[in-house]
């Protein structure tokens, strides 16, 4: 039923039951598929919220535009290869495949734990060159999102731990199908973040 | 892949086998609810006895005050801060919320127990980071609960020092807590509800929470972010929100930065916040109204869309905290509109309360006179709404004692009548217990007719336009001394209010002890929660077999049917629709 | 039942309480006589609405209370009469909100003739500044700003030369002549309000705001700050006086323009020194005091801080109540320094005058006395208790603590500072409550005391 015709109803004329036995659910999804969505809509106001303050930040007229380390570029290419390997382990689990999938999320969870170091390093490299986070509104913003961005990172790493030890283990690929898939999710929507915040600071 | 598992399943993953995972690490959502609950009580206490800290010295300066300027600023800032964030927001989300969800939905538990466990623990810590910061030098924050810098982070303010971090740390935790507990509580609604009950079945209670948890999850997130940031600029240096600023002579390292974006960013928090107050409690006083009137909610349908509609208009009108700010005064323009279309849904819900009880069958109980009473105090604080929103009139009486008289009377007389009328109607059902109906209208009579004393004549204040969080008035030319005895009558008015909850307590551990055994559904009413096989409810809530929901959730006095109710799980057709001609097939 | 009948008693004693309360706007002293009549309008719509819908609520409760064999009527809906509602309320909120627009727009569009002046706001004091001859302020920068520059003008910016510098927080408007307040903060923000004027606007460090009206009306009005700027926001005061066009000239024509502050010649301190001859017979040689005469050391303080009180003695501002005998004596000498040039050399001597030390007389507890020095007074004195310039405040390290346990308990009578001039007092009137009892007073000062 669509989301007008349930609003536009009226519950008090009589309906005849359904059959089954199935609860009532606005999606044909795993709760756990919802409410990660859910917190990635949630994680997506947040950003969308510094984007904005930084958008106004610099217009304020003491900006001074940060070049962007190349260290960044490769950064990328670790959570873009991150990505790829949690989509192959996802459709391998889906395969059945446990040995691929197994291997595959693994690998993906070494890259992104090297993307996590690759920032830390640009970070380095910044405070090296003189610029730290209260050196001008550019790099205050510049270790803000980066930092808001590795938390999450860092939030989805704990998760992918919890999993990895479960396929390290002898874990029966069933039970873990479903952590793959939100690992899946939340790493394509890390790097979809990452790309979108990497585009808002080099263009500045 | 619709939700199964718990339903499924003979004996539940989580079930408690000691003390200590039955009430304290506890993962049913009754528990928690009665942790988030008291919890947010007993801090809510704190902040009721800075309140009349307050009032004591607005009322007797020389007589009977008991704090310096410092203090008061700093009573000011954690009374609103507790009040609205760390009492209500956690009592009727994380306390009601976690109570009703699951049974008025008729599932056995939030859809991840854990993690709502996890959000109360949470919850407390964040409670206990604030309240820690009265124990630190300096003591906490004195910037006002708006918190805006530059003052909330200089030195001209009390707890600069210590308080502020503590205050944005707590916030912060607090944020983590609500996220994981908004997010249960929208999946459970979405994804777990019995069979046969549609949204629209829903009662209102739910879709109230629902609504008021959806604002939270995207609203807490400009708090969380301008929190990060300020505390930034406090602890690392960075200018976000501070410009070139001088303090005591000297210029202070900041440049550039705008105050003004953290107010847009404050308000893109603070104004939702207000209908994640105000929604779960239009939700319950709908159920209340319509079980005690014995008479379907009036318009259910628009009683769900003005719900909606308020909760997606309560993120186009924060600007109209901001008339005064120096933000770009073309802005007013745009929010004095949007803000004054929000009165349209809001009155209506209103006129359709009123409806409700028009040609109902109105037992006037206590948990009915604390919805009556809400329906006047909201009307009240409703119509000055229009007053401040109204962006020209906003002028005049901004910053003065109209707009604390205003917001009290919306925001905290309003909700706190509705958690009354909910703590009284749902008691029996989260006990077992009735409580007592004598002591219960004392408390009313007091509580309500107490809290229009102090708000109504505190309006007056501000037509004279006496400035608020001002620790003296002093001298001036405009405030005729008899303001003094204005200030004097509100303040008695307060204390008196503030002694008469302790028949609330009184009433409670009581009735706990002694009432009068309530049975499984003593008020008649049709959702739910009241068809429990056991009451309190167990674990798991619905026994062997979910319940199945064959009619909405307001089927009472349906002409020809024996009894003047009807729960949601009776089956059949008994010929209402006859009245109306579209009966589906 | 009852609650009924409560309905329609608040509802009735909502409309006595309004009647017959003598609560209400100060009258209005500007051109927004607009502003008022859509708040008149507004109470009006929505006092109706209150009344009409409490009593249908106080009757619906009265008529349909529960009564055996009753049975209420099954009507999920009535979408006509929900939609027809809607509809009226919707009439009557844009019936208040149009008005409130067109005001609104008048309000944001400055006259082109209204003469500008700036609103400087500072933790917790008010000073204005005048565009001069040629009609156009001096730019600003927070870093010009210094104790010989307190309004941070621009040095090198010629439109700020011949800018009219007022520093004490009483400012004058002519009347019937619009004016644009330019409103800028040094620190916090702040919001510049006069409720006779009815608008008011926050000012904010970093940027200028603006408000614009026409002053109808003589008189002398509060200048109040109304957005919370610190421990010192509700003392914030200053004053505004609309005055006749000759009198608000020769007004400005006595204030100093930035050229003419920043020219001033430095004082003369051996001038200084030979008027001090008088003082030094009571308040000793090198302005140690003496408390067998009553006389506090002066040695220690400011020179602007001397200055000003000798001035306030001269014009009555202290030592004028009837309570205050020692200041009367103050008072009476104060007389001798003939001129302004006199008072600021004297001043000057006594600053440069090496600090004594003085005996301690009082002891209480330190601690408590650091607690509550620390939470409301070290605002403005500063933690190490030197005062300063920016907040127009006083040393207080080294002083006799006799005088200031004096002082504090004048300030808590209102013996001193309750001179409506006296715009620095006033703060202290209030801010000496945070010493609640003579106890928590004697526990400030050998706090003070211990930091010699």
């Known amino acids: 039923m669509s989301i007008y015709k349930e609003l536009s109803s009226k ?49 304020l007229g003491d900006w001074v535009p940060l070049s962007d380390p190349g260290l960044l570029w490769w950064n990328t290419g670790l959570l873009v290869v991150g990505s790829v390997c949690l989509q192959i382990s996802r459709n391998a689990a889906f395969a059945d495949n446990r040995a691929k999938a197994r291997s595959m999320f693994i690998l993906s969870g070494l890259f992104s734990a090297a993307f996590v170091t690759g920032q830390w390093f640009v970070w380095q490299q910044l405070t090296a060159a003189g610029l730290g986070v209260n050196t001008n509104p550019a790099s205050a913003f510049f270790f803000l999102l980066t930092g808001l961005h590795l938390v999450h990172v860092l939030g989805g790493l704990w998760v992918w731990s919890k999993t990895a030890f479960r396929l390290l283990g002898k874990a029966d690929l069933a039970t873990v199908k479903l952590s793959i898939e939100l690992c899946t999710s939340y790493w394509h929507f890390l790097l979809v973040l990452w790309v979108l915040l990497f585009a808002a600071l080099a263009n500045t | 892949m619709a939700y199964v598992p718990i339903a499924d399943q003979a004996q539940e993953l989580h079930d408690p086998h000691s003390f200590i995972t039955k009430y304290v690490w506890s993962q049913d959502h009754k528990v928690i609810a009665i942790q988030y609950g008291g919890t947010a009580i007993m801090v809510g206490l704190v902040a009721l006895c800075l309140s009349v800290a307050m009032r004591l010295q607005l009322g007797f300066p020389d007589s009977f005050s008991l704090i310096d300027p410092s203090s008061y600023y700093q009573a000011v800032t954690m009374h609103g801060m507790i009040m609205v964030v760390y009492l209500l927001t956690a009592l009727f989300l994380g306390g009601f919320g976690n109570y009703l969800i699951p049974l008025m939905c008729g599932t056995r538990d939030m859809v991840f127990p854990f993690l709502n466990m996890l959000s109360f623990w949470v919850y407390l810590l964040s409670v206990l980071i604030l309240l820690s910061s009265f124990f630190v030098t300096g003591g906490p924050t004195g910037a006002g609960w708006t918190l805006y810098p530059p003052q909330a982070i200089t030195g001209g303010t009390p707890g600069s020092d210590g308080g502020i971090f503590l205050m944005l740390v707590s916030l912060g935790v607090f944020i983590i807590a609500f996220t994981m507990g908004g997010l249960n509580y929208v999946t459970t609604i979405f994804q777990a509800r019995a069979k046969g009950m549609t949204m629209m079945r829903l009662p209102l209670s739910v879709w109230g929470i629902l609504v008021a948890t959806v604002l939270g999850l995207f609203a807490f997130p400009a708090l969380l972010v301008s929190a990060i940031m300020m505390t930034f600029d406090l602890k690392l240096g960075t200018s976000f929100f501070m410009p070139a600023i001088m303090a005591a002579g000297e210029q202070l390292d900041y440049n550039g930065g705008s105050p003004i974006l953290f107010q847009h960013l404050f308000w893109f928090f603070g104004h939702p916040e207000v209908y994640i107050v105000a929604l779960p409690a239009f939700g319950l006083v709908s159920d209340v109204l319509s079980t005690h009137a014995r008479k379907n909610i009036f318009g259910y349908r628009m009683m769900v869309w003005a719900i909606v509609a308020i909760g997606g208009l309560s993120f186009i009108v924060w600007a109209h905290h901001m008339y005064v700010s120096g933000m770009n005064p073309y802005f007013g323009f745009f929010f004095a509109t949007t803000t004054l279309i929000i009165a349209v849904p809001t009155a209506l819900k209103v006129y359709n309360w009123v409806l409700t009880l028009w040609e109902g069958d109105i037992r006037l109980n206590t948990p009915m006179l604390f919805a009556i009473g809400f329906i006047f105090t909201f009307i009240h604080g409703g119509l000055t709404g229009l007053f401040l929103g109204n962006v020209v009139i906003d ?191 | 039942m009852a609650i009924a009948v409560v309905l329609v008693l608040l509802v009735l004693g909502s409309l006595v309480f309004h009647f017959a309360s003598p609560w209400w706007f100060t009258p209005i002293a500007s051109n927004w006589g607009s502003i008022d009549f859509t708040i008149n309008l507004t109470f009006w719509v929505t006092g109706a609405v209150f009344v009409a819908v409490n009593l249908f609520l106080a009757y619906s409760v009265y008529r349909y209370r529960h009564k055996e064999g009753q049975k209420a009527v099954y009507e999920p809906e009535n979408a ?26 008048t309000f944001v569009t400055v006259p082109d003739e209204a003469a500008e002046f700036e609103v400087v706001g500072q933790q917790w004091q008010w000073s204005f500044r005048y565009p001069g001859e040629d009609g156009v302020l001096g730019t600003v920068d927070t870093q010009y700003i210094s104790e010989a520059n307190p309004f941070g003008v621009n040095p090198d910016d010629p439109n700020g030369q011949d800018d009219v510098l007022v520093k004490d927080p009483v400012m004058y408007v002519p009347i019937d002549k619009p004016v644009k307040a330019l409103l800028r903060s040094k620190d916090v923000l702040h919001n510049y309000t006069v409720p006779q004027f009815r608008v008011k606007m926050d000012m904010v460090p970093g940027m200028v705001t603006y408000l614009w009206f026409t002053p109808t009306l003589l008189g002398e009005y509060d200048i109040l700050c109304e957005e919370l700027c610190g421990i010192g926001h509700h003392v914030m005061r200053g004053k505004i006086v609309v005055a006749e066009q000759a009198e608000y000239d020769a007004w400005i024509d006595a204030q100093p323009t930035f050229a003419q502050t920043q020219a001033m010649a430095s004082a003369d301190v051996s001038a200084g020194q030979q008027s001090f001859a008088v003082c030094a017979s009571c308040h000793g040689q090198s302005g140690e005091g003496n408390q067998a005469m009553n006389a506090p050391k002066l040695n220690g303080l400011q020179s602007w801080y001397i200055e000003r009180q000798i001035k306030y003695y001269q014009s009555g501002v202290r030592g004028a109540h009837e309570d205050d005998q020692y200041g009367a004596q103050m008072a009476a000498m104060a007389g001798m320094l003939t001129s302004p040039e006199a008072i600021r050399n004297v001043s000057a001597y006594i600053a440069q005058l090496p600090a004594t030390e003085s005996a301690t007389t009082i002891s209480g507890d330190i601690r408590n006395g650091e607690r509550i020095y620390n939470a409301n007074c070290a605002a403005c004195h500063g933690k190490d208790g030197a005062g300063s310039w920016a907040t127009d405040a006083p040393n207080l390290i080294g002083m006799n603590d006799w005088y200031a346990a004096t002082q504090l308990r004048n300030f808590k009578a209102g013996i001193r500072g309750a001179h409506p001039d006296d715009a620095y007092g006033e703060q202290m009137v209030s801010m000496a409550t945070a010493m609640r009892n003579e106890q928590q007073l004697a526990d400030v000062l050998s706090y003070l005391n211990s930091l010699q």
């Open chain 3, 80 to 105: 006509k009469l929900e939609v027809g509602l809607s509809v009226i309320t919707a009439i009557g909120v844009v019936a208040m909100l149009a008005p409130g627009l067109f005001v609104w727009a």
């Open chain 2, 395 to 585: 002028l005049p009486l901004s910053d003065t004692y109209f707009v604390v008289a205003h917001f009290h009377m919306v925001m905290g007389v309003s909700p706190v009548l509705v958690v009354f009328a909910a703590l009284y109607h749902w008691y029996p059902k989260i006990t077992g217990k009735m409580m007592n109906e004598t002591l219960g209208k004392l408390h009313f009579w007091c509580t309500f007719l107490g809290t229009y004393a102090i708000y109504l004549p505190m309006h007056y204040l501000g037509f004279l336009g006496v400035p608020r969080r001002y620790y003296a008035i002093g001298s001036t030319d405009f405030i005729p001394a008899s303001a003094q005895t204005l200030n004097e009558n509100i303040t008695i008015a307060a204390i008196f209010v503030a002694l008469a909850q302790i028949l609330f307590f009184i009433n409670v551990f009581w009735s706990l002890r002694s009432g009068k055994p309530a049975g499984g559904n003593p008020w008649g009413a049709t959702t739910l929660e009241w068809q429990t096989p056991d009451t309190p409810p167990k674990h798991g809530n619905w026994g062997e077999k979910l319940p199945v929901v064959h009619r909405w959730a307001y089927d009472y006095s349906v002409p020809g049917y024996k009894d003047d109710f009807i729960p949601q799980t009776v089956a059949g057709d008994f010929g209402v629709s006859d009245d109306h001609d579209s009966k589906e097939s």
């Open chain 1, 11 to 59: 519950p008090w004329e009589y309906r005849a039951p359904t059959e089954g036995t199935a609860l009532e659910s606005a999606f044909d999804l795993a709760p756990e598929k919802v409410a990660l969505r859910l917190f990635m809509v949630v994680a997506g106001v947040i950003f969308s919220l510094v984007g904005v303050t930084y958008y106004v930040r610099l217009d």
